[in-house]
Nanobody, 125 residues
Framework: QVQLEESGGGVVQAGESLRLSCAAS????????MGWYRQAPGKEREFVAV????????YYADSVKGRYTISRDKDKNSVYLQMNNLKPEDTGNYSC??????????????????WGQGTLVTVSS
């Protein structure tokens, strides 16, 4: 059983930065792709970013490209999301996810195999 726990959310002003962390337990995710998704109040969950098992390939939603960076530390069984130049529309519950497929697939834009509960990010204008 895989457990994912996010941390690092908070309230910031527009233009500021946050770094989210996600720690996995239960098994090593070194061969899994991992990703971040977010859900704004009253809206559906949306894809944010994915990183391949090796960390060598990353993919981003157009809305965050150039501002967000996804990374992973396989030794710590963790994935991170550095968010810069935050905007009010970035507000939402950010969830970490893991998929047994090692590389990005189109289906990952809709979901993965394992999910965390999320950490709330609020960006004020």
């Amino acid at each position: 059983q895989v457990q994912l726990e996010e941390s690092g959310g908070g309230v910031v002003q527009a233009g500021e930065s946050l770094r989210l962390s996600c720690a996995a337990s239960g098994r090593s995710l070194s061969t899994y792709a991992m990703g971040w998704y977010r859900q704004a109040p009253g809206k559906e969950r949306e894809f944010v970013a994915v990183i391949s098992w090796s960390g060598g390939r990353t993919y981003y939603a157009d809305s965050v490209k150039g501002r967000y960076t996804i990374s992973r530390d396989k030794d710590k069984n963790s994935v991170y999301l550095q968010m810069n130049n935050l905007k009010p529309e970035d507000t939402g519950n950010y969830s970490c996810a893991a998929d047994s497929s090692p590389y990005y697939t189109k289906e990952m834009r809709y979901g993965m195999d394992y999910w965390g509960q999320g950490t709330l990010v609020t960006v004020s204008s």
